[in-house]
C-alpha cells in the first residue's frame, strides 16, 4: 500500500520586525535614589534536580501510522538552521540599514532643534523638507523590508519542504506506513512516543544534506 502522508505547514523562526524609529523626547534627569539599608545576602537556592531523559521507545511492531515534529525538525536539522541562518542574515543586514537612516534622522532633526531659531526661513524650510523626506524613506524601506524577508522565508520554506518529503516517504514505505502526522497539526493528544519517528527524520535528512567525502588520492 502506498504511503498517505499529511499535508505540512512549516514556519522557520523569524527575525524581529522591523520598525520605524522615531526622534525621541529628552528624558528629565533621575533623581538618585536613596541608599537602601544593607541587608544580609539571601542564601544561593539549590538548583531543582534534573529530570533523566526517558530513553526513547522502539517503533511498536506492526504499527501503521506514526508522527513527526515538524518545528522540531526545521529547528534541528541542518537544512532547517542552514535557512534560519539565510533569514536571520538579511534580518540583521536590513535591521543595521535601518538603524543608519534613523542616525540621519536624528541628526537632521537635532539640527532643527538646535539651529532652528538661528537659521533664514529658506534654510529652515528646507531642513524641514529633507525630514520629511527621509521619514518618508524610512517608512518606505521599512516596508520593503519586510517583504524581503517574507519571500526569502516563503521561498526557504518551500525548498524544505521539497528536500524533507522525500525523506519522509522513504521512512513511511519502509515501515509500511498508511499514514504520517504532524504533531503540531494533528490534534494528537496523546500517542505512543515509539511512533515518533522525527529523530531518524532528522537523522536522514541531515545524511542526505551532507556533502560526499572527496575521493582519497590513489596511494603510490
Known amino acids: 500500500m502506498k504511503p498517505l502522508l499529511v499535508a505540512m505547514a512549516l514556519t522557520l523562526a523569524a527575525g524581529p520586525a ?22 544580609a545576602a539571601p542564601a544561593p537556592a539549590q538548583a531543582p534536580a534534573q529530570p533523566v531523559a526517558a530513553a526513547p521507545r522502539p517503533f511498536p511492531e506492526g504499527a501503521r501510522v506514526a508522527y513527526i515534529n515538524i518545528q522540531r525538525i526545521a529547528s534541528e536539522s541542518a537544512e532547517g538552521k542552514a535557512a534560519t541562518s ?4 538579511l534580518n540583521d543586514k536590513k535591521v543595521q540599514e535601518l538603524a543608519e537612516k534613523n542616525k540621519q534622522l536624528q541628526a537632521s532633526q537635532q539640527k532643527l532643534q538646535q539651529s532652528g531659531a538661528v537659521l533664514s526661513d529658506a534654510a529652515r524650510g528646507q531642513l ?11 517608512q518606505r524601506f521599512t516596508q ?9 522565508q516563503q521561498q526557504l520554506q518551500v525548498e524544505f519542504q521539497k528536500r524533507l518529503m522525500p525523506i ?4 513511511a514505505a519502509e515501515k509500511a506506513l498508511h499514514v504520517v502526522f504532524s504533531q503540531a497539526d494533528s490534534g494528537l ?4 512516543t515509539g511512533l515518533d519517528l522525527t529523530a531518524e527524520v532528522i537523522k536522514r535528512f541531515d545524511a542526505v544534506a551532507a556533502p560526499a567525502a572527496p575521493p582519497k588520492p590513489p596511494a603510490p
Open 18 to 39: 522591523f520598525a520605524q524609529a522615531s526622534q525621541p523626547a529628552p528624558a528629565a534627569p533621575a533623581k538618585p535614589a536613596p541608599a537602601a539599608p544593607a541587608q
Open 86 to 89: 539565510k533569514v536571520k542574515a
Open 128 to 138: 524641514e523638507k529633507d525630514i520629511e523626506k527621509i521619514q518618508v524613506d524610512i
Open 144 to 152: 520593503d523590508a519586510q517583504a524581503e524577508v517574507q519571500d526569502l
Open 168 to 171: 519522509i516517504n522513504a521512512v
Open 189 to 192: 493528544v496523546w500517542a505512543d
